[in-house]
Nanobody
Framework: QVQLVESGGGSVQAGGSLRLSCAASRYTYTRYCMGWFRQAPGKQREGVAYIDSAGSTRYTDSVKGRFTISQDNAKSTLYLQMNSLKPEDTAMYYC?????????????????WGQGTQVTVSS
């Protein structure tokens, strides 16, 4: 069974940086989409960044220019580099991935989810 495990969350001051990692086990699809989502208390979950098997990326407007999603296929790991963090970035961050027939990020739907890692940004 596919398992996604996030790490790298923590507490930082505004303007700081964090790098989140998502280790994917038994995830061997060659065409897929993986993404990072976040959910703050009392708010709906939102998609932050996506990357597909071709390396194409998408970002929500609020993180463009500050966050970078990347993947290391050899390590089966997804990353989210977060720079210039703001208090409004505070949330639980989740890694997600698709399975066939969802082979790209167009649907916005994901089949596998991690347990999340907390990011707290103080002003």
């Amino acid at each position: 069974q596919v398992q996604l495990v996030e790490s790298g969350g923590g507490s930082v001051q505004a303007g700081g940086s964090l790098r989140l990692s998502c280790a994917a086990s038994r995830y061997t699809y060659t065409r897929y989409c993986m993404g990072w989502f976040r959910q703050a208390p009392g708010k709906q979950r939102e998609g932050v960044a996506y990357i597909d098997s071709a390396g194409s990326t998408r970002y929500t407007d609020s993180v463009k220019g500050r966050f970078t999603i990347s993947q290391d296929n050899a390590k089966s790991t997804l990353y989210l580099q977060m720079n210039s963090l703001k208090p409004e970035d505070t949330a639980m961050y989740y890694c997600a991935a698709t399975r066939p027939p969802r082979s790209n990020c167009n649907s916005g739907l994901f089949d596998y989810w991690g347990q999340g890692t907390q990011v707290t940004v103080s002003s």
